[in-house]
């Protein structure tokens, strides 16, 4: 089990005893019931998972940042509050290398600015349909975490965020020597079903 009160969160075990864990952040007005049978969806059995509601209000459901201007301070703020959880969950027994965060859209955007600055290698990073936030001198804060393999994937026809973007924070990443594996579809801005093989497949690559 794991405890938490940092978020309002749900825990579901793995259906092998494992010691793989994977942290998953929602989307902007979003929540954690979407992803409440995600372990069934994801067929990863070696796999726990920490479902993650974000720490503000939004439209119904959560979200992890305000809008522009806004942004900015809420990314650090959320940033810094997972970087308590990683390190309670470390306490607890999870070690950096066996932890996965899996983020959706704006939970995409946490998880990356989490892997680009968390002073630790983590087991891997997957985001959905997401995007960057890229702080000035960010290239500084790349050390042990810049052996953490992180796997991409985007829309062209998602009207949302526009995949273009992705693409140049992509870019971006390689540049500074990060494992970045970027796969690019024709869907909108969704998790879509086709997907999760694809990600099965990489995670159980990395948890060999």
Same mark, same amino acid.
């Given at each position: 089990m794991i405890v938490t009160d940092l978020f309002?969160?749900?825990?579901?075990l793995a259906r092998r005893p494992s010691e793989k864990l994977m942290v998953v952040l929602h989307g902007k007005g979003?929540?954690?019931?979407?992803?409440?049978s995600f372990d069934e969806e994801l067929r990863i059995p070696e796999m726990n998972y920490l479902l993650l509601n974000a720490p503000r209000k939004y439209s119904g459901g959560f979200s992890w940042?305000?809008?522009?201007?806004? *942004?900015?301070?809420?990314?650090?703020?959320?940033?810094?509050?997972?970087?308590?959880?990683? *390190? #309670?969950? #470390?306490?607890?027994g999870w070690k950096p290398e066996n932890i996965f965060l899996f983020g959706f859209s704006?939970?995409?955007? =946490?998880?990356a600015d989490i892997a680009m600055n968390y002073p630790k290698k983590l087991g891997g990073v997957v985001g959905i349909s997401g995007y960057f936030h890229f702080f000035p001198r960010w290239k500084r804060n790349?050390? *042990?975490?810049?052996?953490?393999?992180?796997?991409?994937t985007h829309g062209s026809k998602d009207d949302v965020l526009p995949i273009d973007d992705t693409k140049f924070g992509v870019e971006k990443l390689r540049s500074a020597g990060l494992k970045v594996d970027f796969i690019e579809s024709k869907k909108k801005h969704v998790l879509e079903e086709r997907e999760?093989?694809?990600i099965r497949r990489w =995670? #159980?690559?990395r948890t060999r």
């Amino acid at each position: 089990m794991i405890v938490t009160d940092l978020f309002k969160s749900r825990f579901i075990l793995a259906r092998r005893p494992s010691e793989k864990l994977m942290v998953v952040l929602h989307g902007k007005g979003d929540s954690i019931k979407p992803f409440l049978s995600f372990d069934e969806e994801l067929r990863i059995p070696e796999m726990n998972y920490l479902l993650l509601n974000a720490p503000r209000k939004y439209s119904g459901g959560f979200s992890w940042y305000g809008d522009p201007p806004f *942004q900015k301070d809420g990314v650090l703020k959320t940033r810094k509050k997972m970087f308590h959880l990683l *390190q #309670e969950l #470390e306490l607890q027994g999870w070690k950096p290398e066996n932890i996965f965060l899996f983020g959706f859209s704006q939970g995409c955007l =946490v998880s990356a600015d989490i892997a680009m600055n968390y002073p630790k290698k983590l087991g891997g990073v997957v985001g959905i349909s997401g995007y960057f936030h890229f702080f000035p001198r960010w290239k500084r804060n790349l050390k *042990q975490n810049k052996q953490t393999p992180w796997l991409l994937t985007h829309g062209s026809k998602d009207d949302v965020l526009p995949i273009d973007d992705t693409k140049f924070g992509v870019e971006k990443l390689r540049s500074a020597g990060l494992k970045v594996d970027f796969i690019e579809s024709k869907k909108k801005h969704v998790l879509e079903e086709r997907e999760y093989p694809l990600i099965r497949r990489w =995670v #159980e690559q990395r948890t060999r």
